[in-house]
């Protein structure tokens, strides 16, 4: 049985002190999946994707 890596890519990188209310690391990671190209999420403060080596 062959081993599974998955490596991530960083698309970007936010602040951690946006306005309340704000969340435009979510809103990018959003923006991101809904353009088709990537199914990208937030962990801690960057938008990563998972690709499968």
Not at 16 to 23: K, L, M, Q, T, V
Not at 31 to 39: K, M, P, S
Request: aromatic share 8%; glycine share 6%; net charge positive.
């Amino acid at each position: 049985m062959a081993a599974v890596t998955q490596a991530r890519t960083v698309l970007e990188r936010f602040l951690a002190g946006a306005p309340r209310g704000s969340w435009p690391a979510e809103e990018y990671a959003a923006a991101q999946r809904a353009q088709g190209t990537t199914d990208a999420r937030v962990v801690q403060f960057l938008v990563i994707t998972e690709t499968t080596k």
